[in-house]
């Protein structure tokens, strides 16, 4: 298909952990949405088409923090150092704080739109129960995440992000090329 596929992250933390809900308000910072910030800075910004995303499981151990983009081969040089660039200013800087309350709205939104049905809620309440939650820890979600700041997201970025690991697949000769802006970053 001549695209090429990079995956760029790091080993975080289970979901019952203290930072857990951190990372999901970075998530949402970054992939919810068109006002997320790969839809601005792949799309709007560059003008690049690309599939996109944030992966950050809910798990009872460890979980990855990934971000994800398949591109062009032509466009994988640019990609690559927009994704370096963004990702370097995770671990440096602070989000401001428009763009954090649109965050924290967009997940809690996306709590209240995981409970539609009676089997939603059920399925909800046991997988709480698994990881060793409180079953009615997504009703007290909110007031949770009106505590998360731009300094906490900073600190739990400069903790887990710091040092990503990146996979790259593709034709060997742009993976090659790509290898070596990451050599060169990394």
């Known amino acids: 298909s001549r695209q090429?596929?990079?995956i760029m992250g790091s080993q975080t933390c289970p979901y019952y952990h203290k930072d857990s809900l951190a990372l999901k308000t970075l998530e949402s910072y970054l992939s919810y949405g068109m006002s997320s910030l790969l839809f601005k800075v792949f799309r709007?910004?560059?003008?690049?088409?690309?599939?996109s995303g944030v992966f950050y499981p809910t798990r009872k151990f460890n979980a990855p923090f990934m971000?994800?983009?398949?591109?062009?081969?032509?466009n994988a040089p640019l990609t690559l150092n927009l994704l370096l660039s963004m990702w370097n200013d995770l671990v440096s800087k602070e989000i401001n704080n428009n763009e954090l309350s649109l965050a924290k709205l967009k997940l809690n939104r996306s709590f209240l739109h995981s409970y539609r049905t009676c089997e939603d809620i059920t399925f909800r309440k046991v997988r709480l129960l698994g990881l060793g939650l409180d079953p009615f820890y997504d009703e007290k979600v909110e007031n949770l995440i009106r505590e998360i700041t731009s300094e906490k997201i900073l600190g739990v970025s400069k903790k887990y992000l710091s040092s990503p690991c990146i996979s790259i697949l593709g034709s060997k000769q742009v993976c090659k090329y790509l290898r070596e802006i990451w050599k060169?970053?990394?």
């Not at 709007?44 to 599939?51: A, R, V």
């Not at 971000?67 to 032509?74: A, G, N, P, R, T």
């Open 184 to 186: 060169k970053r990394y």
């Open 4 to 6: 090429v596929i990079i």
């Open 44 to 51: 709007e910004n560059n003008g690049l088409t690309y599939d």
């Open 67 to 74: 971000l994800y983009l398949s591109v062009s081969e032509k």
